[in-house]
């Protein structure tokens, strides 16, 4: 009498095989994602500055100068890094009073993303550019 043999379910190879080419996938994958999430940061980094443009053209309004609008104290705007979960410090100067620049400098408050790449607003009196640094370099 023949014994039959259960001939279900996978063998230990084919599972071997399995894992390997999993981890080739997430290997490729994984950099790529986190460079997105880190780019998609850049977009809260977009909005907190146009919020602070928008304070101080305010300001602006009332002084005829920018130079005494550097300042949260001076806006009718909170500093936005004291938010939860805020992905970057922000800071304002005001070198004459036509010209300012805005600056959102990444932080390491989750321990995760290049510490110190910014993201930067600069009106010179007559056009109003966007720029990045490092993982915001494409920022425009």
Do not use: W
């Amino acid at each position: 009498m023949k014994l039959k043999r259960n001939q279900r379910g996978f063998t230990l190879l084919e599972i071997i095989i399995v894992i390997i080419i999993v981890g080739v996938l997430a290997s490729l994958a994984l950099p790529r994602f986190f460079r997105t999430v880190e780019y998609s940061r850049g977009t809260e980094a977009l909005t907190n500055i146009n919020a602070i443009r928008q304070s101080m053209e305010r300001c602006y309004l009332q002084r005829n100068a920018y130079t005494g609008c550097t300042a949260f104290g001076n806006l009718d705007l909170e500093d936005p890094t004291g938010s939860p979960n805020q992905h970057f410090t922000y800071g304002m100067t005001a070198p004459t009073s036509t010209t300012y620049t805005i600056t959102a400098t990444r932080n390491t408050r989750d321990n995760s993303g290049p510490a110190g790449d910014t993201v930067v607003l600069t009106n010179n009196g007559s056009t109003i550019t966007r720029s990045g640094t490092g993982a915001f370099s494409g920022i425009q």
